[in-house]
RNA sequence: GGGCGGUUGGCGCAGUCCGGUUAGCGCGUUUCCUUGACAUGGAAAAGGCCACUGGUUCGAAUCCAGUACCGCCCACCA
């Protein structure tokens, strides 16, 4: 059953994947030795395809996952995906659109069950991708956002909400996209800085006296639904026309200037022009002006008012604005509005400006802000218990510095706008009664016992209002025909529920006694405010616990050069064509080794050779320890104490210190530490020493000793194995079967316990003496490469010294190996060998030093020889002067640490002893 | 306008929370090696006043203050 010499991992990761679902690995083990540990994904949209995000967000999860489970913990690691409305929505519209045909045309109903449709034929793609980068996730559990027990969950969520008087309805300016047609939450608009211009046009005078005003505005096209202008009550040069009135250009409204504290007389012109329909701080200040509001016009009803000027769809209203301007597009009107004011003399100036402009996080359309009536949830009172969380419950961020971020903004926190005119999402579960609620009262609704009602409006589950018996109108009392809500929940509505409402909530099932809280949240940085504050809000006001106790927020992953990755950049790293070409163990090894604590990270193709070349490098070590011992027929079943070689020893304990170490550094989320402890371990010291070692130990006539190195080598290498599992769970599982650690075929690493450290093991002395022997090997190979002996050529090896020499005789045949050693000779004095090179060991790990000697007759060039005692004196000569300066200096010996000034004077003097050998040597060479 | 992060050999990064041997790693570079695990390899080596200025300290890459440049997030200056 020999290795190939490489190793290929696609069809190795299929065959252990597909074994490990079918015989249902992933589910949480029902007798565990220790408590649950939980993970919930943050569900991909259903829309998505794998990306380097993702790849590394579910390497994470899936190496705390398994590590977890081979702790002997019950782990359950629940998948699933998001309905994601709008970008859904987009797709299947766009789909619809290679066909000519409209969601309108088809029908809202034809229209969902088209979404169902394409969701069910590609919606899975993302979960198959998971299952390629090894996730071992529980499938059985996998939810979708929009199953029937998720949206009982959100109709639940809802109800309570509204119950306690979280919810209303606003006729509010809100971020409108016209390209989606629809509201968007303030988190879902993306500010980007455009360069842009503020244009000054004057305003003329209404009485016909004066120059009028001057109003500095970004967005002249907005200019037709002014209702005013403002200036600062303090100060500006046109604080004396504020109760005057000037003629809005272009249409011929006369509007009045009014003050307001929020403009700064200092900018632009000192005068803004005021669209309350169209402008945040706008609808703002004309709220706090209510007499700008025509007498004839509801002032709670916006919509009568003339002042909304651009519609739903971006182009300039059909009905408010002069002829000439209807329906053109925004931007098109901004042009002509502009060439009119031009050729009307009221342009004054255009002055560059750059400005930020809020952005369609979907698809980056310029958001139009719009009045019009929507859902709210009130969070002031939600946001106390987010504070709440990290201050009192005990949740934390890791890295910390993420508190503050999270805390800001729930300190900020502005109620949260819900509905979406889209189709595809959550129906808002609330129905009118035909004859009682009008549409135009839509969003006026009153408090009534702390709670928001409109006339004919009532609250419920779908179920029930559809089950043919609905109660009856709240209004007027009769059993008319009710019509629901035609909005649509915000995704991020059903995702703050996740934690539990895939675990089974609003019922109390087992799931969610037992699984809830879960242990982890692993994310990105992006979406902290979108669904990681409001989940603890959520899981704190409806089940009154924290959802998770760690938040732990890895880094976004750039391209080299700083940029993000974007598909029209064209510079995608695609993790699933890394997956094709190296393998999920190399793509998760090389993630999980540049993971330094949620620092962001730039990637290139090439840092994914680190993984492919160690996972190969691994590959070929057990090819190495299983070759010898398949050809005799035969494993090692123990070991004998007597044996024990001082390698192995030394490996053993290095064992326990990466064991140890990995363990630790996994416990405190340092992924790259762990990563690169595992890598040093395994390429340093077991293939680079240990194994060049055991090859001779192998070669030994005495078979107690073969048998005990065949026995440790597997040993170490399948403690080994089952420390990279979570790491590189492909080719782990492999190997460990291929050495015969599995007792049977059915068995899996997977299921083994995570390794702990024997102190017995983890010895310091014995590690040292090899480190001696290293120390010594090193030097040789080193005086070698400079005075270029050939490979092949044998030098003899004198050494001077006394104390602990043993270790050097050894092991005879190690250095006649590993250094071209063929002739030893030790004594406690010798005289130097002509033509030598010669090399003083420090006194280090409790040895005394050593002198070594190398004759090169003929082989030594002394002006090389010189110049490399010269180099090491130098050395030595820095390091002893800085030391002796501060040994000199009596602050130091009275504030500084006995044990510090103590190992101080130590070293000083072994440098000192060094630098005579040196100097002497140097003599010598003279 | 606020907040956060980064600045360490040619490149990409650890180390900084918690100050104390000779500052590590990967890539790249130089020299040598086709010795039966692996050239996706082995051996040896070169290369760093830890962005700058000042402070604290016996001692600073590490702590404090400030400066510069790069990047990110938040915010209603039209």
């Known amino acids: 059953m020999a290795l190939p010499p490489t190793y290929s991992p696609s069809e190795v990761e299929k065959r252990w994947y597909a074994d490990w679902e079918a015989r249902g690995a992933f589910k949480p083990n029902v007798n565990a030795s220790q408590g649950p540990f939980t993970i919930v994904i943050p569900p991909p949209n259903v829309t998505g395809i794998l990306h380097m995000g993702h790849a590394l967000n579910n390497t994470l999860q899936d190496i705390l996952i398994r590590w977890k489970r081979m702790q002997g913990h019950a782990v359950l690691w629940v998948p699933g995906t998001d309905h994601a409305g709008i970008a859904t929505q987009n797709v299947v519209e766009r789909q619809l659109a290679k066909e000519n045909l409209t969601r309108q045309q088809l029908g809202r109903d034809q229209f969902i069950k088209r979404v169902w449709t394409w969701k069910e034929k590609y919606g899975s793609t993302i979960v198959h991708q998971l299952r390629r980068l090894g996730s071992s996730c529980d499938w059985s559990r996998e939810r979708f956002t929009m199953d029937e027990g998720l949206s009982r969950a959100v109709e639940t969520a809802f109800l309570k909400l509204y119950e306690a008087g979280l919810i209303y309805r606003g006729y ?23 360069k842009g211009h503020l244009w000054h046009i004057r305003y003329p005078s209404a009485s016909g006296k004066g120059e009028g005003i001057v ?3 970004t967005r002249p096209e907005t200019l037709l639904g002014d209702v005013a202008v403002a200036v600062n009550p303090k100060g500006g040069r046109y604080r004396s026309l504020v109760g005057t009135n000037v003629l809005l250009p272009l249409c011929d409204r006369s509007i009045p200037i009014i003050e307001d504290e929020a403009v700064d007389s200092t900018f632009g012109t000192g005068a803004v022009k005021i669209t309350p329909a169209h402008d945040p701080v706008d609808f703002e200040m004309a709220k706090r002006h209510l007499e700008l509001i025509p007498p004839n016009a509801s002032r709670k009803d916006w919509t009568s008012i003339p002042v909304r000027v651009i519609d739903s769809d971006g182009r300039m209203s059909r009905s408010n604005v002069p002829a000439p301007y209807q329906g053109l597009d925004r931007f098109e009107c901004r042009k002509k509005i502009l060439e009119d004011l031009e050729a009307q003399g009221l342009l004054i100036k255009t002055e560059d400006y750059g400005t930020s402009i809020g952005h369609c996080y979907r698809c980056r359309t310029v958001i139009e802000p719009t009045l019009s009536p929507q859902w709210f949830v009130k969070m002031r009172p939600l946001a106390k218990l987010g504070i709440e969380a990290v201050e009192k419950d005990g949740m934390r961020f890791i890295p910390v510095r993420w508190t503050k971020v999270y805390l800001d903004w729930l300190r900020n926190i502005r109620d949260w706008c819900i509905s979406r005119q889209i189709w595809w999402g959550h129906q808002i579960p609330i129905w009118y009664c035909t004859s009682c609620n009008k549409p135009d009262v839509q969003g006026h609704g009153s408090w009534v016992n702390g709670q928001y009602v409109e006339p004919g409006m009532i609250v419920g589950h779908r179920e029930e209002i559809k089950s043919g018996n609905p109660p009856p109108c709240p209004t007027c009392g009769k059993k008319v025909s009710l019509v629901q809500d035609p909005d649509v929940l915000d995704t991020w509505f059903s995702s703050w529920l996740w934690p539990f409402s895939t675990l089974g909530w609003p019922e109390q099932t087992k799931d969610l006694n037992t699984f809830y809280p879960t242990s982890v949240l692993v994310t ?9 504050a409001r989940m603890v809000m959520a899981g704190k006001f409806f089940l009154g616990k924290i959802p998770f106790k760690d938040v732990y927020i890895h880094g976004i992953i750039r391209v080299e050069g700083g940029k993000k990755m974007s598909k029209s950049l064209g510079n995608i790293i695609d993790p699933l064509e890394i997956i094709d070409r190296v393998g999920a163990d190399a793509l998760r090894f090389s993630l999980a080794h540049m993971t330094s604590e949620g620092q962001d990270m730039y990637l290139s193709e090439n840092k994914f050779l680190l993984g492919r070349n160690f996972a190969n490098k691994l590959w070929n070590a057990s090819r190495l320890i299983l070759e010898k011992i398949d050809s005799k027929g035969e494993r090692p079943i123990s070991f004998n104490l007597r044996f024990m070689t001082v390698p192995d020893w030394w490996i053993l304990s290095r064992l326990q210190w990466t064991m140890e170490g990995v363990t630790k550094s996994l416990s405190d989320y340092h992924f790259n530490d762990a990563a690169q402890l595992l890598y040093g371990f395994v390429w340093n010291e077991f ?7 055991a090859k001779l130990q192998r070669e030994d006539p005495d078979i107690a000793i073969v048998q ?4 440790l080598l597997l040993t170490v290498l399948e403690e080994t194995l089952r420390l990279l599992h979570p790491f590189m769970p492909f080719i782990t599982e492999e190997l460990w079967h291929r050495i015969g650690a599995a007792e049977s075929p059915d068995s899996t690493i997977m299921k083994t316990p995570w390794p702990t450290p024997e102190s017995a093991w983890a010895d310091p002395n014995k590690e040292w003496a090899f480190k001696k022997l290293q120390t010594v090997i090193t030097e040789v190979r080193n005086i070698r490469a400079i005075f270029h002996v050939p490979p092949k050529e044998k030098v003899s090896l004198w050494v001077q010294g006394s104390q602990g ?13 590993l250094a071209g050693i063929d002739r030893l000779m030790i004594k406690a004095k010798l005289d130097r060998p002509k033509g030598s ?24 060039d002394l002006a090389v020889e010189r110049k490399r005692i010269e180099k090491e004196v130098q050395d030595l000569e820095t390091r002893a002067k800085s030391k002796r300066g501060r040994l000199e200096d009596p602050t130091f010996r009275s504030k500084a640490p006995a044990d510090v000034v103590a190992e101080e004077e130590e070293s000083l003097k072994e440098l000192e002893a060094q630098m005579g050998k040196w100097a002497e040597s140097l003599k010598q060479l003279q």
Request: net charge negative; with cysteine.
């Open 805 to 817: 020499i043993g270790i050097l005789t050894q092991h005879e045949k190690i250095l006649q190996r």
């Open 708 to 711: 005990n190195t065949n026995h």
């Open 837 to 860: 090179v010669i090399s003083h060991l420090p006194a280090q790990h409790g040895l005394d030093s050593w002198d070594l000697m190398v004759p090169l007759e003929g082989l030594v």
């Open 524 to 532: 990105g940085q992006d979406i902290i405010f979108f669904w990681v």
């Open 687 to 693: 293939c680079d020493w240990y194994l060049e070692i």
């Open 215 to 217: 109003v500095a505005t």
């Open 172 to 194: 509010y300016l809100v971020n409108w996209c016209p390209r989606c047609q629809t509201a968007l939450s303030d988190e879902e608009v993306v500010h980007e800085e455009v």
